[in-house]
């Protein structure tokens, strides 16, 4: 389906995002280096590729850019995972999607890769990535992975308080450069928020 190729490019590109973050300021050892170079791939073609990939898959046409999309959302990814450390794998996109989840509505409504993408956006933010931040975002607009609160039916002025424990808690959050608080995540959704691009 459409919609899972369309969520896996979103939990793809987070992949090279969280960990350069988590694995930052650690000497690596030779798989984890490997696996994150090898996670490059897991963005940058990604990136280039996704728009066309969608539009082709919607008309079943199974362009070079379909083919290579789908192989970095399995291949690439699940190389990254089963080689680097396993506190590489994920940071805040994985985590803030776990404390998303305390919300019903994110379970039933929204794809896994979906919110992911959202928390790369926020993570970028948080770590003032932004050269980063403007691509992700402006293929984000451009294929409808969600930019803001609202494209995950969260209005901002609510209180995420709920989801905002429930993320720092997180597993993944305990291997990152610095320490990530309630307070810089929300800071880098409302700075998301009036984010134009
Ligand atoms: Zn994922």
Not at 17 to 29: C, G, M, P, V
């Amino acid at each position: 389906p459409i919609k899972y190729l369309w969520a896996g490019i979103g939990d793809t590109m987070a992949k090279h995002i969280e960990s350069t973050f988590s694995a930052r300021n650690d000497e690596l050892n030779f798989t984890s280096e490997l696996g994150i170079k090898i996670g490059e791939n897991c963005y940058y073609p990604v990136l280039r590729d996704a728009k066309k990939a969608l539009e082709d898959a919607k008309e079943y046409k199974l362009s070079q850019e379909v083919e290579r999309t789908i192989q970095n959302i399995i291949v690439t990814t699940g190389c990254v995972s089963l080689i680097v450390n396993p506190e590489y794998n994920s940071a805040l996109s994985h985590a803030l999607f776990y404390g998303l989840t305390v919300r019903q509505h994110i379970e039933k409504g929204h794809l896994h890769g979906e919110v992911v993408s959202y928390g790369t956006l926020v993570q970028l933010m948080m770590d003032n990535q932004m050269e980063l931040l403007k691509k992700t975002y402006r293929l984000h607009e451009e294929i409808g992975l969600p930019i803001c609160l609202a494209d995950l039916e969260l209005r901002r002025n609510e209180d995420l308080s709920d989801i905002l424990e429930k993320t720092v808690i997180n597993q993944e959050l305990r291997h990152v450069p610095y320490k990530v608080t309630e307070e810089l995540i929300l800071n880098a959704i409302m700075k998301l928020e009036d984010y134009r691009g």
